[in-house]
């Protein structure tokens, strides 16, 4: 998804039209998802963006171009200018799962491949997984697409939902995953989950006691939050225990790995625990 090196001809052509310090300037980096491209643009290049955007889009193959921004609010949604094209919904394909969104509205994050690759080798045939925090079937497509895992995929947002149902149509994997559109505080079903998928960060510690209700009484729960760097290596998985203890259960840490940098001196974190009804 991340290319490292500037196209010849990207330079060749801007460099007629832009100041060489500016030209110097051009983004090195950029994520393409489907046929759309987010480029990070320094403010020194502003006057020319919608240019740059247009060199880019022709040389790179790609129908919309969008300008980097934050990801910010419960339903993570990404803040981004769009400098070319006005199509961006896309069809991104990654390990042999076809993810359909809309870039400019959800949040896709190329440094979590390696966790959605992951999830597609922990779980196991016909097991029943509950994602939480399913947005357009980031974590659990690869579940059900690789391990013909069975999914309850749990999502809010009705914008990310409909992207949601249409990837489970997309990937052929309707008689394996069922989606809600609805919070996950509601969702009524207890004690059905042989894994449980928490995907979400900042306040994911208040959804423990749900994921817990939700999960069998022996289960795995992937349990991912952000956390400062001063509370590491004891945290997120201090809170988890501290939970899972309140409300009766035993807990072992089986993993713990870092997904990426949320902020400056902030890690996402995903710790796999698995939970024993005491
Ligand atoms: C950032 S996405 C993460 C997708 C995926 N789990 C991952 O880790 O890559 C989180 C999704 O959770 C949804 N969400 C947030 N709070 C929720 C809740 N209480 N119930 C159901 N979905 C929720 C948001 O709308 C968003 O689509």
């Known amino acids: 998804m991340r290319t490292q090196v500037i196209k010849p001809r990207i330079r060749e052509i801007l460099s007629k039209e832009l100041p060489p310090e500016l030209v110097k300037l051009l983004p090195k980096h950029w ?38 921004g934050h990801i910010h609010g419960e339903t993570r949604k990404p803040d981004y200018e769009l400098l070319y094209g006005d199509d961006t919904i896309t069809v ?3 390990n042999g799962v076809k993810y359909k969104l809309d870039v400019a509205r959800i949040m896709f994050s190329p440094a979590n491949v390696k966790e959605r690759v992951r999830m597609a080798r922990v779980a196991k045939p016909g097991e029943l997984v509950v994602d939480m925090f399913a947005g357009i ?17 749990i ?10 149902v249409e990837n489970i149509w997309l990937n052929n994997v309707q008689d394996l995953m069922t ?5 996950n505080r509601d969702f009524p079903a207890e004690n059905i989950a042989d894994r449980v998928l928490m995907g979400y960060v900042v306040t994911t510690h208040e959804f423990i006691p749900k994921a817990l209700s939700i999960a069998k009484d022996e289960a795995v729960i992937h349990y991912h939050n952000t956390v400062p760097e001063r509370l ?15 409300y009766g259960y035993e807990t072992e840490k089986l993993n713990e790995l870092i997904i990426k940098r949320y902020a400056p001196g ?8 698995r939970v024993y009804k005491k």
């Open 31 to 68: 994520v393409r998802i489907g046929d759309v491209i987010i480029l990070p643009l320094r403010r020194e290049l502003e006057p020319y963006r919608e240019r740059i955007a247009e060199v880019y889009a022709e040389v790179l193959n790609a129908k919309a171009v969008l300008r980097k």
């Open 179 to 183: 989606p809600y559109n609805m919070d």
């Open 155 to 164: 999502e809010k947002d009705p914008y990310t939902f409909r992207f949601l």
């Open 266 to 273: 902030v890690w996402h974190v995903v710790v796999d625990v």
């Open 137 to 153: 079937g980031h974590l659990s497509l690869p579940m059900a697409v690789h391990r013909k895992a069975r999914v309850i995929a």
């Open 92 to 94: 991104h394909v990654e």
């Open 232 to 246: 590491m290596p004891e945290e997120p998985f201090a809170t988890f225990k501290r939970v899972a203890r309140e």
